[in-house]
């Protein structure tokens, strides 16, 4: 049984949000955390992301554009729902301070792919995907710091593949290198993940 | 250590809704886990209870108008065409994904959406 799990608006307002440096120069505990300032920055990959965008296709007209922003959107979709689980993972009281550190500089990475992922969804002409007003996890399943970061490992993994399919479909080369620039990121956030848990935190040579 | 890991593995199984080894999938599904879940709504809609239906009937989940118009009823040769690449068959679907071209890996996860009935283990 899941139970549906309400995002706290204020603290996922991009206004809110802690830029990832910020988050990880801090001392952060979990208060910190929660109460955070400071303006998310448009990281210098998001800015080269855009400006190798093909400005003569960037309007929302032709089928190749759409099908672009429509991959851009189901990949923004997808970066919500990790920034969500993280924020039930940094507020269950589960995480030890420094597990805690971790996971909101994690939470941070996916809020500047969705800030990237947006950017590039207006210059090609179209409207980025907002967050679910409801994330059903089964937080109820979560007791222990173990499974929070056995739940967060999943999300990571399945962003790799997500990612991993997701790029070869691009009309545009220059948002299959985005795409791989942020499925690299994912990858080490899977690889970090898995050893905390004591897990092979490379356990093959290819994933797909 | 070994105690340590056998703790792991216990915690692990009993952490059900994430965990794919706790689910009767098969490996491959862990391609899906980014968007889908068995049992409720994600990125892309929930895999309970899609077998033998129409396309696009998950309750409360937004679908594409191409998949909604498409008027396809998966079984196992709608889902092989679908998971061979999902935009060749329902061109416009918000499943951007670029397909499986392992034609026994798309037989192992049909397998797997085939016994997703409701009252499966992995629907609760």
């Not at chain 1, 909101?104 to 967050?131: C, N, R, T």
């Not at chain 2, 593995?9 to 886990?33: E, L």
């Not at chain 2, 798309?106 to 629907?123: F, G, K, P, V």
Request: hydrophobic share 45%; charged share 15%; net charge neutral.
């Amino acid at each position: 049984m899941s139970v549906q799990f309400s995002k706290p608006k204020t603290l996922l307002s991009v206004d809110a949000l802690p830029t990832a440096s910020t988050v990880t120069q801090e001392t952060t505990n979990r208060r910190s955390f929660l109460r955070s300032g400071g303006q998310l920055t448009l990281s210098a990959m998001a800015i080269s992301m855009l400006s190798g965008l093909n400005a003569k296709v960037a309007s929302a007209s032709d089928k190749q554009t759409m099908m672009d922003i429509q991959i851009l959107n189901t990949a923004i979709a997808a970066e919500h729902e990790a920034v969500a689980a993280y924020q039930v993972g940094a507020e269950s009281g589960l995480l030890s301070s420094a597990i805690l550190n971790v996971a909101v500089q994690f939470q941070g990475h996916h809020k500047e792919h969705i800030d990237a992922l947006s950017k590039a969804v207006g210059a090609l002409g179209g409207e980025a995907a907002g967050p679910l007003a409801i994330y059903q996890f089964s937080v109820e399943k979560l007791k222990t710091e173990t499974d929070v970061l056995t739940f967060a490992a999943s999300l990571e993994r399945g962003a790799v593949s997500a990612y991993a399919g997701a790029i070869p479909l691009f009309e545009q080369r220059e948002l299959s290198k985005a795409a791989a620039s942020i499925l690299a990121d994912e990858a080490m956030h899977w690889a970090v993940l898995r050893q905390v848990l004591g897990l092979n935190p490379v356990p093959g040579a290819f994933f797909s | 250590m070994s105690v340590c890991r056998a703790v792991l593995v216990f915690t692990c199984c009993v952490f059900c809704s994430f965990n794919i080894s706790a689910y009767a999938a098969p490996p491959h599904y862990v391609m899906c886990m980014g968007c889908h879940s068995p049992s409720y709504n994600r990125t892309g809609p929930k895999h309970c209870g899609v077998f033998g239906q129409l396309a696009a009937r998950q309750e409360g989940f937004q679908y594409s108008e191409a998949l909604t118009m498409s008027r396809l009823r998966w079984d196992r040769q709608t889902l092989d065409k679908f998971l061979e690449s999902p935009a060749a068959i329902v061109p416009g679907t918000s499943m951007t994904f670029a397909g499986i071209t392992d034609a026994n890996v798309r037989a192992q996860l049909i397998d797997y959406i085939e016994l997703l009935t409701t009252d499966h283990n992995d629907c609760r």
